[in-house]
């Protein structure tokens, strides 16, 4: 059995894809944060598989460690999806804000990566899929450093893709537009309706349609699909 290990898997994403992999005969390490009712919850749902719930914030140095004392397999698949997103002036930020969503979306995914990666290089076989988004591309006003450190990880993609192509491994990105998740709960019936009239599709994206592409980039179907950010967004951006 190959095993996967989900960051974020209490999201709405998350979810999505954890539910996808496990469809897919694959074990689960799936992480949280604060969301336990919800990995209770995904876990009880997926009964066809091995799933083991990994509680740790990856915005703090020691989560790494946390993370791999609690991995027991070799992981074959790595789901790079813990985001945090913060709307404001950059002025407006605290300094710790700036450390904290640093470490979550660039460091911690780069230390995970680092320390996962000798056994696939092993078994000359892997798959590393990062959920980015179209700020990573664009760039998008109060929410600079939530696009930088997209933007740092879809280079993150671009340059570890051709580091491990060699020993047989896929390094791609997903850079969703707007996805109807719990992260955008905070808008307004009145900015939601905005936001739809701006997307040509005329919808928001589903969790689902995300888990789908993950689906497709794990598959031999995408065997020569190396080093890529494939946006989905409905014509957005």
Known sequence: ??????????????????????????????????NEQEILALTEQINNVPTYP???????????????????????????????????LITDMDDQ?????????????????????????????????????IWGFTGASCEVLYSMVKGGLNTFV?????????????????????????????LTEEEREALRQEIPMGRFGKPSEVADLVEFLLSDRASYINGEIISINGAWY
């Open 1 to 34: 059995m190959k095993y996967a290990l989900v960051t974020g898997a209490s999201g709405g994403i998350g979810k999505a894809i954890s539910l996808k992999l496990a469809e897919n005969g694959y074990g689960l390490y799936l992480h949280y944060n604060q």
């Open 54 to 88: 990994i509680q740790a914030d990856l915005a703090k140095k020691h989560a790494v460690t946390a993370i791999l004392s609690q991995i027991h397999h070799d992981i074959d698949v790595i789901i790079h999806n813990s985001a945090a997103a913060y709307v404001g």
């Open 97 to 133: 804000e700036v450390y904290d969503m640093v470490q979550l979306q660039i460091t911690s995914p780069f230390l995970l990566t680092k320390y996962l990666l000798p056994s696939m290089i092993r078994k000359k076989a892997g798959d590393i899929i990062v959920i980015t988004s």
């Open 158 to 186: 671009k340059a570890l893709a051709k580091e491990v192509a060699p020993s047989g491994i896929r390094v791609n990105g997903i850079a969703p537009g707007f996805i109807d998740t719990k992260m955008n709960s905070h």
